[in-house]
């Protein structure tokens, strides 16, 4: 008698354990902080307004723009002053001083070439900064869609937790009224903890999506949590291959960086050919002589006006070290850019055939996530009939469960593959 009311005692207080999780498993995941729906677009706004990496590589464009500004300045003359002493004291020879004004006059263009390489560098930092950006949104779409997967998972093991707790509840009614044994019902409440365990992982995961998200859009630390929201199932494009290749090589970001880099590298060597044309230094200046009272050659004061041009032995021009690398950097980024092209087409082709096989494996596996469910709802009706085992139950309710996560894991692998082909042809129409 007393083995029974311990179990009784073990069965009710399982059973409201059973219950509380209902109404606290949800919170557990969902916490008490401020709790924000994402839509997509919103979070692609916030990303572009928020995100410090991107917010730092738009200084960029700031230091390039100094770059043009720094490359229009002309070279500063100097202006220098000279006083002397003729040995006055000793010789009466009288005191002077001598103002000189000097300036470099560039020849050759280079001020042009300067500004003209400027230009095509701050357009290479704008290029750069929309690659970035496109990049960050490529891999900031993927963990959106991994949180999107992550609650879909939670969702489906919480579900089937609940089937399971409710099939434990009724064992455990069934086992108080005498119709089936005491260890057929405790076999369902092992089968329940093991899915509680799971479901706790499952939770865990989906939470650091959740972080993962909030580290991308927000600038500094609170207590908000963003959870987002759309449909893993509106990722279905018609795409021909041809026009996919063509448009990757007029619109990638990264094809018209390695193209610009080409002129860049013209303007490198133009710079350096007009570096090699000497500078002429010009002065001018004025000279002034007081009165000499040396007795031997007395001399009246007297100012003198003159003006020069020097002409620099450019003996360094000899070395073309410089434009020699200006030369090997041109001949480098032609490479670079063929071989980029070369891979564009192969790459593409790879994408287009994965996102294929993806759209195939999405439509093979939706035809049977409905038989699976029918057939689990059959095992628990036939079970609570007795006309079959906990373990056929369990059986079905695993394959139901695993098709499920199948599902939703080749949703994720589906749209990844659309992500990462529309990134590699040019072209972006992401919208969920």
């Known amino acids: 008698m007393m083995w029974t009311n311990k179990t009784s005692k073990i069965g009710t207080t399982f059973i409201i354990f059973l219950l509380s999780f209902s109404v606290f498993g949800q919170e557990s995941l969902e916490n008490k902080k401020k709790d924000y729906t994402l839509s997509y677009p919103d979070f692609i706004d916030k990303l572009a307004t928020q995100n410090l990496g991107y917010a730092a590589e738009q200084y960029n464009i700031s230091i390039a723009e100094a770059e043009i500004e720094a490359a229009k300045i002309f070279p500063d003359p100097e202006l220098s002053f000279t006083a002397y002493d003729n040995q006055e004291r000793r010789m009466k020879m009288g005191y002077g001083f001598e103002a000189e004004l000097e300036w470099d006059l560039e020849l050759g263009g280079k001020r042009k070439a300067r500004k003209k390489l400027a230009l095509a560098e701050r357009e290479l930092a704008e290029m750069e900064l929309i690659e970035y950006f496109k990049e960050l ?20 093991e919480k579900k089937s937790y609940d089937r399971m707790r409710e099939l434990s509840i009724q064992d455990s009614i069934r086992h108080k009224e005498g119709k089936i044994s005491k260890s057929r019902a405790n076999q369902s409440k092992l089968e329940v903890l093991a899915k509680y365990n799971h479901l706790q992982e499952v939770a865990d995961d989906c939470r650091a999506s959740l972080l993962n998200i909030k580290s991308l859009i927000s600038s500094y630390k609170h207590d908000t949590v963003y959870t987002p929201t759309g449909d893993l199932k509106d990722f279905n494009r018609v795409f021909n291959l041809e026009e996919l290749i063509e448009s990757a090589k007029n619109n990638r970001t990264d094809v018209l960086i390695t193209r610009h880099q080409l002129e860049i590298s013209d303007n490198k060597v133009a710079l350096e050919k007009a570096e090699r044309v000497m500078d002429l230094g010009l002065s001018i200046g004025v000279e002034n002589n007081s009165f000499a009272k040396n007795i031997i050659g007395p001399t009246p004061g007297h100012t003198a006006v003159f003006a020069g041009v ?71 009706e036939n079970y609570l009939k007795d006309k079959t085992s906990l373990l056929e139950v369990l059986n079905a309710e695993r394959t139901y469960s695993r098709i499920q996560n199948q599902y939703i894991h080749t949703l994720l692998k589906y749209a990844i593959a659309l992500v990462d082909l529309e990134s590699l042809a040019g072209i972006w129409d992401i919208d969920f």
């Open 137 to 156: 949104r490529k891999s900031a779409t993927i963990e959106f869609l991994k949180a999107l997967r992550n609650r879909m998972h939670y969702d489906i």
């Open 310 to 380: 020097s002409v620099p032995l450019q003996f360094s021009n000899n070395k073309d070290a410089g434009l020699k690398t200006a030369q090997f950097e041109k001949e480098q980024s032609i490479l670079r850019h063929r071989q980029l092209t070369l891979n564009l087409e192969k790459e593409i082709t790879e994408a287009y055939n994965d996102y294929i096989t993806k759209q195939k494996q999405v439509k093979l596996i939706e035809s049977s996530i409905d038989e699976a469910e029918r057939i689990f709802e059959e095992e628990v």
